[in-house]
């Protein structure tokens, strides 16, 4: 689409010196000036059919890029199913509609992931995307081993016809035997489908109630994308220590992300500016490559505007920093009045939870579960952020980032390198 607007672009630049000239009189041109107009406008000519010539061949030849699948449009396919042996039906395919599909309604997943991605990609609203109860021939204790996996599929595969890049969702009512309520796979899986092998993503979500079902679905389409979890970082009683071995991950942690456990509010929680950049939604325009110290200007995460979401330090060895900002709004607004500092591994992210929320008021509260269980331990992670005249210092990299001006619009950071 955008080649053919280049075309017409173009198209438009010859033809409105050509009617301009047209209607100049013709003593105004010396035969020199016309010679020359003339050369031009044929150079222009060869120009455009050079492209249109590079735009025929590209359209008959099947393209070899490998496009990033987290980028336009994506099919959601969703199966209400329930079991041979328990047929209960909790919630109705127009419920679920609104819930996960319906862009017209803000709250849905739909919505969630174009605010995320800038629209840069986008769940495809269609109600006929959805399949209504169906019966499996399985009971509710077989179900619990196949959940959220492709072998869910030769029993709808007569529903539908896959394509590549399909995400699946199965909807299922509460299941006894089941010990999480959803799961999904990291990013797509080869399935073999009556019209061939696709690679396609599972989501599979054994609950009842629709508010869960709507946090769950948020997070387990991320994994889809190919996102981890959003942990924290747990130093005990410091934010950071000079081996990294000495602290603990916790998983889940974040608990201002949707990958990590965002459920203490009713707030929905955009993915971090380090998983963002993964997916290609974020590029670097939007996330500063920091090489000098100053002061800059960061601008909510969740802001349409194309400007500066983030900022990337990378630091000596194998760890960066990212820092953001997420609006300070709703239930949640008050520990959000800062800015956020994370930890990040550099290797690739896939299916490797390597990005880490640095706590800025460490207490040294964790139990050693590796979970956050305590209400000490979630409170020790909500005040992780670094508040206006805060200042972070990382003694091992020499490194000191300060937080000179908090507001609904940005946030003002002085960070100082060596
Ligand atoms: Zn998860």
């Not at 959601?76 to 017209?104: G, S, W």
């Not at 709004?329 to 990005?355: C, E, M, P, T």
């Not at 490194?399 to 950071?413: A, P, S």
């Given at each position: 689409m955008?080649?053919?607007f280049l075309?017409?672009?173009?198209l438009?630049?010859?033809?409105?010196?050509l009617?301009?000239?047209?209607q100049?009189p013709?003593n105004?041109?010396?035969?020199?000036?016309?010679?020359?107009?003339?050369?031009q406008?044929?150079?222009?000519?060869a120009?455009?059919?050079?492209q249109l010539?590079i735009?025929?061949?590209e359209?008959?030849t099947p393209?070899?890029?490998i496009?990033n699948p987290n980028?336009g449009?994506?099919?959601?396919?969703?199966f209400l199913?329930?079991?041979?042996?328990?047929?209960?039906?909790p919630?109705t395919?127009?419920?679920?509609y609104n819930?996960?599909?319906?862009?017209d309604?803000?709250?849905?997943?739909?919505?969630f992931?174009?605010?995320n991605?800038?629209?840069?990609t986008?769940?495809?609203?269609?109600k006929?995307?959805?399949y209504?109860w169906?019966?499996?021939?399985?009971?509710e204790?077989e179900?619990?081993?196949?959940?959220?996996?492709?072998?869910?599929?030769?029993?709808v595969d007569h529903?539908?016809e896959?394509?590549d890049r399909?995400?699946?969702v199965?909807l299922?009512p509460?299941?006894?035997?089941c010990?999480?309520?959803?799961?999904?796979?990291?990013?797509?899986?080869p399935?073999?489908?009556?019209?061939?092998?696709?690679n396609?993503?599972?989501?599979?979500l054994?609950?009842e109630?629709l508010?869960?079902?709507?946090?769950y679905?948020?997070?387990?389409?991320g994994?889809?994308?190919?996102?981890?979890?959003?942990?924290?970082?747990?130093?005990?009683?410091?934010?950071?220590v000079?081996?990294?071995e000495?602290c603990?991950?916790?998983?889940?942690?974040?608990m201002?992300d949707?990958?990590?456990?965002?459920?203490f509010?009713?707030?929905?929680?955009?993915?971090?500016?380090?998983?963002?950049e993964?997916?290609?939604w974020?590029?670097?325009?939007?996330?500063?490559l920091?090489?000098e110290?100053g002061?800059?200007?960061?601008y909510?995460?969740?802001?349409?505007?194309h400007?500066i979401r983030?900022i990337?330090?990378?630091?000596?060895?194998?760890?960066?920093?990212?820092l953001?900002?997420?609006s300070p709004?709703?239930?949640s607004?008050r520990y959000?009045?800062g800015?956020?500092i994370?930890?990040n591994?550099?290797q690739?992210?896939v299916g490797?939870s390597n990005?880490?929320l640095?706590?800025n008021?460490?207490h040294?509260?964790?139990?050693?579960d590796?979970?956050l269980n305590?209400?000490?331990?979630i409170?020790?992670v909500?005040?992780?952020?670094?508040k206006?005249?805060q200042?972070?210092y990382?003694?091992?990299?020499?490194?000191t980032?300060k937080?000179?001006?908090?507001?609904d619009?940005y946030l003002k950071?002085?960070?100082?390198?060596?």
């Amino acid at each position: 689409m955008k080649k053919y607007f280049l075309i017409v672009l173009l198209l438009v630049g010859v033809l409105v010196p050509l009617t301009t000239r047209a209607q100049t009189p013709q003593n105004i041109l010396t035969p020199q000036a016309r010679a020359t107009l003339i050369v031009q406008l044929q150079a222009k000519l060869a120009d455009l059919q050079q492209q249109l010539f590079i735009l025929m061949r590209e359209r008959q030849t099947p393209s070899v890029t490998i496009t990033n699948p987290n980028l336009g449009g994506q099919r959601v396919i969703i199966f209400l199913v329930n079991y041979k042996d328990k047929d209960r039906r909790p919630y109705t395919k127009e419920d679920i509609y609104n819930l996960v599909l319906n862009r017209d309604n803000p709250l849905s997943t739909a919505n969630f992931i174009t605010e995320n991605s800038y629209s840069k990609t986008y769940l495809e609203d269609n109600k006929d995307n959805i399949y209504d109860w169906h019966t499996l021939p399985i009971t509710e204790s077989e179900y619990c081993g196949v959940r959220a996996s492709e072998y869910l599929i030769p029993y709808v595969d007569h529903l539908v016809e896959f394509k590549d890049r399909d995400k699946i969702v199965f909807l299922a009512p509460v299941n006894s035997y089941c010990h999480n309520l959803g799961g999904a796979t990291n990013g797509y899986t080869p399935v073999l489908t009556d019209e061939g092998k696709f690679n396609l993503a599972f989501i599979g979500l054994t609950t009842e109630d629709l508010l869960t079902l709507s946090h769950y679905i948020r997070h387990e389409i991320g994994h889809t994308f190919g996102l981890p979890h959003a942990n924290s970082w747990e130093c005990g009683a410091v934010a950071i220590v000079r081996n990294q071995e000495d602290c603990e991950k916790i998983e889940y942690g974040d608990m201002f992300d949707t990958m990590g456990r965002p459920w203490f509010s009713n707030d929905i929680e955009n993915y971090n500016v380090r998983f963002k950049e993964e997916l290609g939604w974020l590029d670097s325009a939007s996330i500063l490559l920091l090489d000098e110290s100053g002061i800059y200007t960061i601008y909510p995460i969740e802001s349409t505007p194309h400007q500066i979401r983030g900022i990337k330090i990378p630091l000596t060895g194998e760890l960066n920093y990212y820092l953001e900002y997420r609006s300070p709004k709703g239930d949640s607004a008050r520990y959000k009045q800062g800015l956020f500092i994370l930890l990040n591994k550099k290797q690739q992210l896939v299916g490797d939870s390597n990005v880490f929320l640095v706590d800025n008021t460490p207490h040294a509260t964790s139990n050693g579960d590796n979970f956050l269980n305590s209400a000490d331990e979630i409170d020790d992670v909500l005040d992780s952020a670094l508040k206006e005249g805060q200042t972070f210092y990382d003694p091992y990299n020499n490194l000191t980032i300060k937080t000179l001006e908090v507001n609904d619009n940005y946030l003002k950071v002085e960070i100082k390198k060596g």
